[in-house]
């Protein structure tokens, strides 16, 4: 039973329900792709949801020591920090004896880039930086390529291009949550040109996603059927800019960015492969 000082949700759980899709479709896609579930497909789905869910007693103490968060969270964030630490450490002790210690060279961009944020969380910046999320994603996206490995036993190199994959999803995902809600401030009617305009980055880049799928679909590197995940998601990038979000809660925008990504995901999962 956890002692009722240390129940604070908002210390122990990321409150943003679209990171939970950032992280689990890649991992969920890997494990699919890997094609097998056994014992060390468990180890790592408990240590790298383990190893997500530090960042968050993680960045409330950096907060609290910057001076953002009252001391009383304190030992909630320790007791959470250390419980998810213990998690991890011996899932990870399991993927070591397993053999795939080998996967374990994926954590050093995710330590470089949590790095990078909670220094932005020390001097209170850290809100609004697309470049520093999109390669938060990247590293979240290496769940991809470290489910296939595991789940198959082992390295295939086609592990990469499905990490260059995944990344680009989550990328475009993030760039275009960034346009709508951009479009939550009042302002006069735009003309489809201006919508349009303004959504150029999601566009151009779920654009160019699709396209490289489809000729990586020609070429017979990946399923061709993996284009209509992609397709989809420009579809959505689309309506996104042609029907701004003006007046919407944050709240309303993350969970139809949710259901994209869901969607998303699951068209990746049913096509890749086939």
Not at 89 to 107: F, I, K
Not at 111 to 140: F, K, N, P, T
């Amino acid at each position: 039973m956890i002692p009722q000082r240390f129940r604070n949700r908002r210390v122990a759980l990321p409150y943003d329900h679209g990171a939970y899709a950032l992280f689990l479709g890649p991992l969920v896609i890997g494990l699919v792709a890997g094609g097998r579930w056994h014992i060390a497909c468990v180890y790592l789905v408990v240590a790298s949801s383990a190893a997500f869910l530090m960042r968050q007693p993680l960045t409330v103490l950096v907060m609290i020591s910057g001076g953002r968060r009252t001391p009383a969270d304190r030992p909630a964030a320790w007791f959470w920090l250390l419980a998810y630490g213990a998690v991890a450490a011996s899932h990870v002790t399991g993927l070591v004896v397993r053999g795939h210690g080998y996967v374990l060279h994926l954590a050093v961009p995710g330590a470089l880039v949590a790095g990078w944020h909670l220094a932005l969380v020390r001097r209170r910046a850290e809100r609004r930086q697309m470049l520093l999320e999109v390669l938060a994603v990247g590293v979240l996206a290496l769940a991809a390529p470290a489910g296939l490995w595991i789940g198959a036993e082992s390295y295939d190199p086609m592990g990469w291009l499905l990490w260059v994959l995944v990344w680009a999803g989550s990328a475009t995902a993030v760039v275009h949550a960034y346009l709508r809600l951009s479009q939550r401030r009042p302002a006069e009617a735009a003309s489809v040109t201006a919508r349009l305009w303004a959504g150029r980055q999601g566009l151009a880049a779920a654009t160019l996603h699709l396209l490289v799928v489809l000729a990586l679909g020609l070429a017979g590197v990946v399923s061709p059927w993996l284009a209509i995940a992609f397709g989809i998601q420009l579809a959505d990038v689309l309506h996104g800019s042609l029907v701004p979000a003006r007046g919407r809660s944050p709240k309303s925008i993350g969970m139809r960015l949710l259901f994209g990504l869901v969607l998303f995901t699951l068209a990746f999962v049913l096509a890749w492969g086939r």
